[in-house]
C-alpha cells in the first residue's frame, strides 16, 4: 500500500469565519470521505449513518430526532469524516509491520499512524523485540490471560473502555474485569465530564443530563457555555435553530468567539445553503478562562437580591420549598458575592451581566448545556454545582424546557458508564451484578485515569487493556504517562486503527484488531446489532453495514468473551460462548441488572428505541437528602501571575480527539499547520512578541519538573485576555498528572499556566549551558527564524 506523508508544516492564517456548516461542510466531508474509500462503499456509509435501521454516527454523542423525523442526510461533516476515516479502504497488514520497527512507527506522526488504514490481524510484540509481528487469536488471548493470572492481585491491572465502545461490550468487559476481581476501570469520562457527573450525582441524584431535543426546542433561553458546537457537536446548531424559530434566545459564553456560536448555515435547507443562516447567539459573553464560576454566582445574588426586594416574584419558592435542601445557606453565601470579584474573573462588564440578568428574569424555561470549557478546570466541579444553584432557584430543573445538558463527546460514552464502566460504582449496582451472575463483585473502588497512571509509573499496576481509544495520546503529561506505559509488563489495546498507544507499549505489547460501528456484525451465521445511549439517555440499535475490514477481525464482544474465558476459565461459570453467539443474551442480563432496561430486546427491536427514564424529570432526586440539593461554592478563580497565560488545549474542526485528518481549523481561519498558540494581541504586546513568533510553550507548575512544547507560532487572535488556546494532544505534554479538577479528579485541560519562551530564546539558553559545559564559545546566533503570516 502507498506510504501517505505527513503533511507540510505550512501556516496560513485567515479571519475567522463569521458562521458555520453550509455549502463548505458537505464539500469537506465528501472530499475526505472520497481521499480514504470509494464512491460506493462512501454512498453506503453516508445513507445509513443515523438512520433509525443503520449505523449510529461513531462521532459525537448529540442525539437524533424521533424515528421518521429523520432527514434523509442526518449527519454532519464530522460525522461523515469519522465514519469514512473508519470505513477506508486502506489497510494495515502484516508486511506492513515487518517492513517498521515499532521505534520507526513511534517517529511517525498521530496524523501518519492514522492514514495507514485499518488493522487486519491480532499482531504481538515479544519482550525484547523491535518490531510487531502476526499472533493467533487463540495465543494472543491466553498470553493476556497467563499475564492477568500471573498478577499478585487483580488490582494490578487496569481495564480501559473508551466511549465509542457499544453497550453490549461494555457491560461483558465490566462483568470480566469485577469477575476476575478488580474495580479497576479507567475510561475517558474520567478526562471528559466526570466533573459533570460528579457535581450532578451530589445535587440532583443522578449523573446525567435531563434533558431531550424537545426541550431544547421549546425552551426560552439555552445557555451554551464552554462549548464549541460547530465543530464538536455539528448537529447541535440545527436544535438551537429550532430554538430560534420557536422563539427562545441563545447566550453562549466562551473564552473565544467560535464560529458555530454566531451564525449557522443548515446545509439541509435552500435558506442555509444559499442566505445568511441563522443567528444562533443572541448574546455572547467573552469571558476570561475559569470565569464560569463567577459569573453564575453573579447572576444567583441578582435572582436572591431582586427576590429579597421583591419577595416570590423572582424565585419559584413553591418548588425551592417542595423539591430542595439547602435554600437558606446558599442564599446567604450568594448575598456575600463581591462583585469586584465577579468582574475581575468574568472580564466582563457589568452591563453585559445586567443584561444577561434581564433574559434570565424574561425566561420562564431555562437549559444550560456545557462541556469540556467547563469540566475541565481545577474548579469545574463547583462551577456546575453553581449552575445547577441558578436553575434550582427559578425551578428550571424537572419541567418541560429546562433543565441541565452537559453535552457528552463520545457517541457512547455516557451508555458505557451506565453499563457500568465506572471505577467507582454504586453498591446496588455491584449487588444487583451477585444477585444476577452468583458472584461478589469486589466492593472497593478501582482506580481511574490518572491514578491508574500513577501506580503503573509505580509498578503498582502491570498490565494494561485498553479497548478502543487512545490512552498514551489521550491522558495527561505524555512524558510521565510514556514512562508509565513503557514500564508495563504487558499492555494490549483492541483497537480499529493504529496509533500512538501501539508504539508506546509495554514489555509484551498486543494489537487486537475489531470490527468498527460501520462493519457488519455476524456470529454463527446470525446478523447481530449493538446498542448505543446518546446524550439525552436515547437507546437505540446500530446495524453495520459494510463488509468486515478484514476477514481475521473479531467483534468487540467477542474479544470480550474469549478473553474472559481464556483468564476465568469457568471460575465464576458464566456463559461467555452463548453471549458470544447471541448479543440478545447479553441483553437479557443487562434488563435484569441495569434499572431502565426491563424489556430490553423488545423496546430496542423498535426503530429509534428508547427513552431512559430520568428520575430527576419526574422531581425525584435521588441524593443523600432526597431532595434536589442547593450547594455553597467558595469563590475562586485562576491566578495568572505577570508574563504567563492560562493555556486551553482544544479540538481544531479537522480533528476527532487524539487524531487529526488534516493540519486545518477552517472556522478559526488557520490552516497547514498545528503548533500554532492563540493568543490575544494586547496579551503579546505585552509579552514583547510578535504575531506569527516561534515560541516554546513552558508549562509552570510546582514540581519543578520542566514540561515543554517546543516550535510553536503565536497568532494573534481574539481569545479573552490572559487566556491562550493551542490543540492537544500536542500539548498535553504541558499537563501536569497532579493538576486535577478539585473532586472530579479530571486533568485541567482547560487551565494550564504556561509562559512563552521564544524558540530563539530557549536555543540560545541550551547554547549557553553548553557554552558553560564546555567551556568553548557559543556559535553564531541563529535568532528567530523569519516568517510570513
Ligand atoms: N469534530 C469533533 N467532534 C468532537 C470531538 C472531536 O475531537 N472532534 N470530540 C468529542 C468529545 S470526546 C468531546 S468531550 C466533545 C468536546 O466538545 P468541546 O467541549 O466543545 O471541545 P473543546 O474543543 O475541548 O472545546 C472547548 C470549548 O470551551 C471553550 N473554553 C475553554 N475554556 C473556557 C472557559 O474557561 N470558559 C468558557 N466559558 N469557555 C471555555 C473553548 O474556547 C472551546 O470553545 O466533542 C466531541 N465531538
Ligand atoms: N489535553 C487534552 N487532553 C484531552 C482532552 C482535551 O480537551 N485536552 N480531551 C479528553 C477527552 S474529552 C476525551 S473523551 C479523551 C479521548 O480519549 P480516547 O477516547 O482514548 O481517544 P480517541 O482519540 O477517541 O481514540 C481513537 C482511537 O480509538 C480507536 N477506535 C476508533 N473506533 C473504534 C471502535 O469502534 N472500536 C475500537 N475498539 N476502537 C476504536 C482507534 O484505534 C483510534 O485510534 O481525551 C481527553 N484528553
Ligand atoms: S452531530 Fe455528532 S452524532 Fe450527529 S452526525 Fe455530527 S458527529 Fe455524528
Ligand atoms: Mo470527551
Not at 29 to 57: F, H, K, V
Not at 313 to 320: K, M, Q, R
Not at 380 to 408: K, S
Not at 653 to 665: E, G, S
Request: aromatic residues 6%.
Amino acid at each position: 500500500m502507498g506510504s501517505i506523508e505527513d503533511p507540510v508544516d505550512d501556516l496560513k492564517v485567515t479571519a475567522p469565519k463569521a458562521w458555520a456548516a453550509g455549502v463548505p461542510a458537505v464539500t469537506h466531508a465528501l472530499e475526505y470521505s472520497l481521499s480514504q474509500t470509494s464512491p460506493r462503499r462512501t454512498a453506503l456509509t453516508l445513507l445509513n449513518i443515523n438512520q433509525a435501521e443503520g449505523i449510529d454516527c461513531p462521532g459525537c454523542a448529540w442525539p437524533e430526532p424521533p424515528a421518521g423525523k429523520r432527514h434523509l442526510n442526518e449527519y454532519c461533516e464530522n460525522g461523515a469524516k469519522h465514519i469514512n476515516d473508519e470505513a477506508t479502504s486502506r489497510r494495515v497488514t502484516r508486511e506492513f509491520f515487518r517492513e517498521h520497527s515499532i521505534a520507526q512507527l513511534d517517529d511517525k506522526s498521530d496524523y501518519w499512524l492514522n492514514q495507514q488504514g485499518r488493522l487486519t490481524e491480532p499482531m504481538v510484540k515479544r519482550p525484547g523485540a523491535t518490531h510487531y509481528e502476526p499472533i493467533g487469536w487463540d495465543e494472543a488471548f491466553a498470553l493476556l490471560a497467563a499475564g492477568l493470572r500471573g498478577l499478585d492481585s487483580p488490582d494490578e491491572a487496569l481495564f480501559y473502555v473508551s466511549g465509542r465502545l457499544n453497550n453490549e461490550a461494555a457491560f461483558l468487559l465490566q462483568l470480566f474485569a469485577r469477575a476476575y476481581g478488580t474495580n479497576n476501570l479507567p475510561d475517558c469520562s474520567n478526562m471528559c465530564h466526570e466533573s459533570s457527573g460528579s457535581a450532578l450525582g451530589e445535587t440532583l441524584g443522578i449523573g446525567k443530563g435531563s434533558v431531550s431535543l424537545d426541550d431544547i426546542h421549546h425552551s426560552d433561553l439555552v445557555f451554551v457555555v464552554g462549548q464549541n458546537p460547530g465543530t464538536n457537536h455539528p448537529r447541535m446548531l440545527t436544535a438551537l435553530e429550532e430554538t430560534k424559530r420557536n422563539g427562545g434566545r441563545v447566550v453562549a459564553v466562551n473564552t473565544l468567539p467560535e464560529a458555530g456560536l454566531m451564525r449557522f448555515k443548515n446545509p439541509q435547507k435552500a435558506r442555509g445553503v444559499a442566505g445568511r443562516g441563522t443567528e444562533i447567539t443572541d448574546q455572547f459573553l467573552h469571558i476570561r478562562a475559569g470565569g464560569d464560576l463567577a459569573l453564575f454566582q453573579a447572576l444567583n445574588r441578582m435572582l436572591v437580591e431582586a427576590d429579597d426586594a421583591a419577595p416570590g416574584s423572582v424565585l419559584d419558592h413553591a418548588f425551592i420549598d417542595a423539591h430542595t435542601s439547602g435554600f437558606a445557606d446558599f442564599a446567604e453565601q450568594s448575598r456575600k458575592v463581591s462583585w469586584d470579584d465577579v468582574l475581575a474573573a468574568t472580564g466582563l462588564p457589568r452591563e453585559e451581566i445586567d443584561a444577561l440578568f434581564d433574559r434570565v428574569l424574561g425566561a420562564r424555561k431555562i437549559i444550560v448545556c456545557w462541556a469540556m470549557g467547563v469540566t475541565q478546570h481545577k474548579h469545574g466541579v463547583p462551577t456546575i454545582r453553581e449552575i445547577v444553584n441558578f436553575l434550582l432557584a427559578r425551578g428550571n430543573v424537572g419541567r418541560p424546557g429546562a433543565g441541565v445538558c452537559p453535552v457528552r463527546g463520545h457517541s457512547n460514552v455516557q451508555g458505557d458508564r451506565t453499563m457500568g464502566v465506572w471505577e467507582r460504582m454504586p453498591q446496588s449496582f455491584l449487588d444487583a451484578l451477585e444477585r444476577e451472575f452468583g458472584f461478589r463483585p469486589p466492593a472497593h473502588h478501582g482506580l481511574d485515569a490518572v491514578d491508574g497512571i500513577r501506580a503503573m509509573h509505580e509498578g503498582r499496576a502491570k498490565v494494561f487493556l485498553g479497548v478502543a481509544g487512545n490512552f498514551v495520546r489521550a491522558t495527561p503529561d505524555s512524558a510521565v504517562t510514556e514512562e508509565a506505559m513503557r514500564g508495563c509488563r504487558l499492555t494490549a489495546h483492541v483497537s480499529t486503527k493504529l496509533n500512538r498507544s501501539h508504539t508506546v507499549c509495554g514489555d509484551t505489547a498486543l494489537i487486537l484488531p475489531t470490527l468498527g460501528r460501520s462493519d457488519r456484525d455476524i456470529q454463527g451465521g446470525v446478523e447481530q446489532f449493538v446498542t448505543v445511549e446518546d446524550s439525552m439517555s436515547d437507546v437505540h440499535a446500530s446495524r453495520g453495514k459494510l463488509p468486515p475490514a478484514s476477514p481475521d477481525l473479531l467483534s468487540e464482544v467477542a474479544i470480550v468473551a474469549r478473553l474472559a474465558r481464556a483468564t476465568l476459565g469457568d471460575q465464576p461459570a458464566l456463559p461467555w460462548e452463548e453471549f458470544e453467539r447471541d448479543y440478545g443474551t447479553v441483553r437479557d442480563r443487562i434488563a435484569r441488572v441495569v434499572p431502565g432496561f426491563e424489556d430490553f430486546n423488545a423496546r430496542v427491536a423498535v426503530p429509534g428505541g428508547f427513552t431512559l427514564p430520568n428520575p430527576v424529570n419526574a422531581y425525584d432526586f435521588r441524593t443523600a437528602s432526597g431532595k434536589a440539593q442547593f450547594t455553597c461554592n467558595d469563590f475562586t478563580m485562576p491566578e495568572i501571575p505577570a508574563g504567563h497565560l492560562l493555556l486551553q488545549t482544544l479540538r481544531s474542526h479537522d480533528q476527532w480527539n487524539t487524531i487529526w485528518y488534516a493540519p486545518n481549523d477552517r472556522y478559526r481561519g488557520i490552516r497547514g499547520a498545528r503548533r500554532v498558540v492563540l493568543v490575544n494581541p494586547d496579551d503579546l504586546a505585552g509579552l514583547g512578541l510578535r504575531d506569527g513568533e516561534s515560541v516554546d510553550l513552558v508549562s509552570v507548575w510546582h514540581d519543578g519538573r520542566e514540561r515543554r512544547a517546543e516550535g510553536f507560532r503565536t497568532v494573534s487572535y481574539p481569545t479573552s485576555r490572559g487566556s491562550a488556546a493551542a490543540y492537544y494532544p500536542e500539548t498535553n505534554v504541558l499537563v501536569p498528572l497532579d493538576s486535577v479538577a478539585d473532586i472530579s479528579n479530571c486533568p485541567t485541560s482547560k487551565g494550564v499556566l504556561v509562559r512563552l519562551e521564544r524558540t530563539g530564546a530557549a536555543r540560545k539558553a541550551a547554547a549557553r549551558t553548553a557554552a558553560a559545559w564546555t567551556a568553548a564559545a557559543v556559535g553564531p546566533d541563529e535568532g528567530s527564524p523569519a516568517w510570513d503570516a
